[in-house]
Every structure is written in C-alpha cells, then in structure tokens.
C-alpha cells in the first residue's frame, strides 16, 4: 500500500501555527519509516491523519494513486498509541481484542480464530488468558493484549507511537523484535520516537518534522548527516555522535555512519589500515 503526501496543510481551530505545512512525502508498501521530531512538530498531527481521525485541510493524500477517501484507508491501518495499556475497558481478554472485529461488522464466527492468532503474535497463549480480566494482569501482559487488539485487524500499514516508551529492556526487545517481525511480513511499520538510535537501527526511512514542516527525509544515513539535524534541537545516533567526534579530531575515516554496526566497522578499518577507512 503506497501513501503519498502532496503540499499537505492542516490546522486546529484557535492555533497560532498550522500543524503541518505543505508536507510533502512517500511510503512504499513494506517500508519501515521512523517519524522524529520534537514535541509540538506535528508527529501526531500526521498519525490523525493516516488513520483518518481528521482530514487534510489542502493538499492531497493518494493510496495506491486514489484519493484516501476511496481506499478506506482508516481500515488498513492500526496504531499503538503511546502507553496503550491505559485504554483497556472491557471484563475479559477475549472482549478487548474482538472489540474491534465488532465494530467493522466481521463475523462473530470469526472472532475466536482471530483472537487467538492476534494473543499468539504477542506471545499470549489464548487459552490461558481470553477469560482473564485484563486490569488483572502484569504491566507487560496489559501492553501485549492492547496490541492484539489492533492486530487482530492484521492492518497493512502499523503506526507505533513511542512503542519503548515506560518498558524495560525486555519489553523494548520484544516491541521491536514483533515490529521488525510484520515489517518483514510485508506491514508497512511507522515509527514514531524520540530515541535517535531506534531510528538509525531500525528504519528504512526516516521523516524529520520541525514545526509542522518537514525538515528532510532520506535513509538514516542521509538524515543524521544533515547538520539541520542538530539545529532542529534533535541529537544525534550515539554512533553517529562518536564517528563525528573522530572525525573532528582527524581520524581517518569516512565519518558517515550512523548505527553500531556501521560505526564499529569504521573504526575496525581505521584500526586495520583496511580500505573504507580512506577518506
């Protein structure tokens, strides 16, 4: 599912700024996309939009070439909010996840395969928890059946809104192990952080907003080496930092990675006197 974004506006009522302005981008079908920003850049603005809880003010939305309206495009999407587990409401598991099979009229012989499948993506066994209250679970297991209860729609396009927000470092593994998961599925994964590294290591895209403008956008390697990175109050990929810190002080390297993995095999060269170490 391609999405794209042309010159698109929208502000709140009573709003000293707009929102977004004149953003323009694209998301191919199976992308993994990291959205940054600071607070108030228009990161949430750009998720209401997606999953049709507002509407462009101008500009145009296509998927798949057709205005968004025509796709249903709010179907094919599901989003974790931040801290999802603060939006449990019903008596059993079971409810909670089908809830949203109910509201899109499926089936209710459907329910029980769907429910199941969703639990067992998140690692829940269904049998053990569909009848359990969720307010009396464990943090994590509340985290995990909210969202079952948006996979279960198994969306093509998953919006994350700060998935390692409040969560260990089991909980950040296991987020981001399922995202990188669906994505490989062929989701389109959207993911929305303050943390510079999940960005750099995960995407394959990123979009930087900057009051409600986008600043750029490219591959992590393309974006952390836009110095409008910094000036836009956002800090570095600790790997990328380290690599400009030895670039400054005239290591002889290429001074252009940005995640662990690209930044180790910089140094390595470095050390070793190998090729990629020329400038």
């Given at each position: 599912?391609?999405?794209?974004?042309t010159?698109?506006?929208?502000?709140?009522?009573?709003?000293?700024?707009?929102?977004?302005?004149?953003?323009?981008?694209?998301?191919?079908?199976?992308?993994?996309?990291?959205?940054?920003?600071?607070?108030?850049?228009?990161?949430?603005?750009l998720?209401?939009?997606?999953?049709?809880?507002?509407?462009?003010?101008?500009?145009?939305?296509?998927?798949?070439?057709?205005?968004?309206?025509?796709?249903?495009?709010f179907?094919?999407?599901?989003?974790?909010f931040?801290?999802?587990?603060?939006?449990?409401?019903?008596?059993?598991?079971?409810?909670?996840?089908?809830?949203?099979?109910?509201?899109?009229?499926?089936?209710?012989?459907k329910?029980?395969?769907?429910?199941?499948?969703?639990?067992?993506?998140?690692?829940?066994?269904?049998?053990?928890?569909?009848?359990?209250?969720?307010?009396?679970l464990?943090?994590?297991?509340?985290?995990?059946?909210?969202?079952?209860?948006?996979?279960?729609?198994?969306?093509?396009?998953?919006?994350?809104?700060?998935?390692?927000?409040?969560?260990?470092?089991?909980?950040?593994?296991?987020?981001?192990?399922?995202?990188?998961?669906?994505?490989?599925?062929?989701?389109?994964?959207?993911?929305?952080?303050?943390?510079m590294?999940?960005?750099a290591?995960?995407?394959?895209?990123?979009?930087?907003l900057?009051?409600?403008?986008?600043?750029?956008?490219?591959?992590?390697?393309?974006?952390?080496?836009?110095?409008?990175i910094?000036?836009?109050?956002?800090?570095?990929?600790?790997?990328?930092?380290?690599?400009?810190?030895?670039?400054?002080?005239?290591?002889?390297?290429?001074?252009?990675?940005?995640?662990?993995?690209?930044?180790?095999?910089?140094?390595?060269?470095?050390?070793?006197?190998?090729?990629?170490?020329?400038?």
């Open positions: 599912m391609q999405i794209v974004f010159d698109v506006n929208y502000s709140y009522p009573k709003a000293a700024a707009p929102a977004l302005k004149d953003i323009s981008f694209g998301i191919d079908s199976g992308e993994f996309v990291a959205v940054i920003g600071t607070s108030g850049s228009g990161k949430s603005t998720c209401r939009l997606l999953l049709g809880l507002c509407e462009q003010q101008s500009g145009d939305i296509l998927v798949n070439g057709k205005p968004k309206a025509e796709n249903r495009l179907a094919n999407v599901g989003m974790v931040q801290y999802p587990e603060q939006q449990l409401f019903a008596e059993t598991v079971f409810e909670e996840v089908s809830f949203a099979l109910k509201c899109h009229g499926i089936p209710e012989a329910y029980k395969p769907a429910v199941h499948k969703a639990l067992r993506e998140v690692g829940l066994d269904p049998e053990r928890f569909c009848d359990r209250n969720p307010f009396m464990s943090g994590g297991e509340k985290r995990r059946v909210a969202i079952a209860s948006v996979l279960v729609m198994e969306p093509q396009i998953l919006i994350l809104d700060e998935p390692s927000a409040g969560v260990d470092l089991r909980g950040r593994a296991f987020i981001t192990e399922l995202a990188k998961r669906k994505n490989a599925e062929g989701v389109t994964v959207i993911w929305v952080t303050h943390q590294e999940e960005a290591e995960l995407a394959d895209k990123v979009l930087v900057s009051s409600g403008e986008l600043l750029c956008c490219g591959t992590p390697c393309e974006v952390f080496n836009d110095e409008r910094v000036e836009a109050g956002l800090d570095l990929p600790e790997a990328a930092h380290l690599i400009k810190v030895l670039k400054k002080h005239n290591a002889p390297i290429k001074g252009n990675a940005v995640t662990k993995e690209a930044a180790l095999a910089e140094i390595k060269a470095w050390k070793t006197g190998g090729a990629s170490a020329n400038v």
